[in-house]
């Protein structure tokens, strides 16, 4: 849980020496509970205080990393509803294989989760995890493998203890989760030795914190949770209780990530969408389904992009060039703001206009054009900075510059910074760039 300010304050040393950057050191202490300052900008903290500090101020959810080749935190949440802060971690979302399925089917969903991607706003969008499931068939051990070679995250979903030796001396530099069915000692001993989280699995919150207990006993620290239920209704009450109780009631058993298997409540594929939205908003870690369809993996990554980013903040898009079609030394320059709806709507209308064109996006603090050119943020200084601090004229030959058609009162002071450059008046729309490009001469 976040700490306040004079919690902080009293471990700091009280010598207003400013070397933090900042004033006082109640002011650095304000800083460091907003989030804005770390503690190691006082080089006079102790190392106790630092000690005690990282422990008060470590989240009511704890952080769980997996993955080495794609690394991914778990849990880590501090709040129960995003706008009261925001939510830190997005849910990991996967394929569950199991030894049912053909191997037509296992390659099929293997190379899914290695080639659905999206790109939204400069993210690339993509599943992360692969399940196997090990239903005493025989070709565990082999599925961990080819996922293993994915360099995805595993979840070793067996309780047969060869087999998950096996399994994990293949994959454990990608720190597998071990999911078991029974919380045998010997695996917690196998999960211990390798330094792997473990998913503790109960039907309701008294049954899971009794579990958690004991795997915490037997030193296993790292601990996913798993609601144990064939009905949407209990998993999600359960859910939200988990949240809460971590939260609120600062419940130790409760605060882990939990992951979600929407393929186990329902055998309908657009049901199983429809559970892992909700797991996505309330409060699951990871979701698996049973398999990867873009109609559904798609809405889902997008649900997770919107859930998952600061409500604090607007989206924005790095700053750079971006190629639209593929523009050559006589294509024209489109520069707009980072602000991601219009770097969408800009990059639409510019591929829908069919002529290849660069797009410079200026770093506006995702404001879109005409606020940030009232905040003096979006104006012929700094279009003229980008200009030459991308460099984008060593693509071109003819140097065509379109600024959007709602600055025009900074045309003049352009033509006078940029004056080997044509600089071109866009439409005062981006739905008129089409039009606007065929009738005027580039
Ligand atoms: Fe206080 Fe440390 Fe900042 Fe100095 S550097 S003002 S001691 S917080």
């Not at 473990?198 to 008294?206: A, R």
């Not at 797009?359 to 104006?379: C, H, M, P, R, Y």
């Amino acid at each position: 849980m976040a700490l306040k300010p004079l919690d902080i304050f009293k471990f700091l040393p009280k010598t207003n020496c400013k070397e933090c950057g900042f004033p006082t050191c109640l002011a650095f202490a304000m800083q460091i509970a907003i989030g804005k300052a770390d503690l190691s900008q006082c080089p006079y903290v102790s190392e106790d205080a630092k000690r005690q500090l990282a422990s008060e101020s470590a989240p009511p959810i704890k952080t769980i990393i997996v993955g080495n080749k794609e690394k991914i935190n778990l849990g880590g949440e501090t709040v129960l509803y995003r706008h009261e802060k925001t939510f830190y971690n997005p849910t990991g979302i996967g394929v569950l294989i199991d030894e049912d399925m053909n191997e037509e089917k296992i390659e099929g969903e293997i190379k899914n989760i290695c080639e659905m991607k999206y790109e939204r706003v400069g993210v690339i969008l993509k599943g992360e995890f692969i399940g196997i499931f090990d239903k005493g068939k025989g070709k565990f051990v082999e599925i961990v493998k080819k996922g293993y070679e994915t360099g995805k995250n595993l979840i070793l979903m067996s309780d047969n203890i060869d087999n998950l030796k096996k399994a994990i001396e293949i994959s454990k530099d990608v720190r597998p989760i071990v999911f078991p069915d029974t919380l045998k000692d010997e695996i917690l001993q196998i999960v211990k030795d390798n330094n792997l989280p473990i998913v503790v699995k109960g039907s309701n919150i008294d049954e899971i914190s009794e579990n958690v207990k004991k795997v915490k006993n037997s030193g296993v620290e790292e601990i996913i949770i798993y609601v144990e239920s064939k009905k949407i209704s209990d998993v999600f009450k359960n859910l939200i209780l988990i949240r809460r109780s971590a939260i609120l009631k600062k419940n130790k058993e409760l605060g882990y990530p939990v992951l979600t298997i929407p393929a186990f409540l329902t055998d309908n594929y657009l049901k199983e969408g429809i559970y892992a939205s909700i797991f996505i908003a309330k409060y699951g870690s990871i979701v698996l389904l049973s398999k990867l369809n873009g109609e559904v993996l798609f809405p889902l990554l997008i649900e997770r992009l919107n859930i998952f980013t600061d409500p604090q903040r607007p989206m924005t898009t790095p700053e750079g060039i971006y190629e639209i079609g593929k523009p050559d030394e006589n294509s024209p320059v489109f520069v707009t703001t980072n602000f991601s709806l219009t770097y969408f709507i800009v990059s639409g209308e510019i591929e829908n206009s069919k002529i290849p064109a660069y797009l410079l996006i200026q770093d506006t603090e995702g404001l879109s054009v005409l606020t940030s050119w009232a905040a003096d943020k979006f104006n012929a200084d700094t279009i003229a900075n980008l200009v030459k601090k991308t460099k984008i004229e060593e693509r071109l030959k003819k140097k065509v510059l379109i600024i959007p058609g709602v600055v025009a009162q900074i045309y003049g002071e352009l033509e006078e910074q940029l004056p080997d450059w044509k600089i071109l008046l866009g439409p005062r729309e981006a739905a008129h760039i089409p039009s606007f490009v065929r009738n005027v001469e580039i």
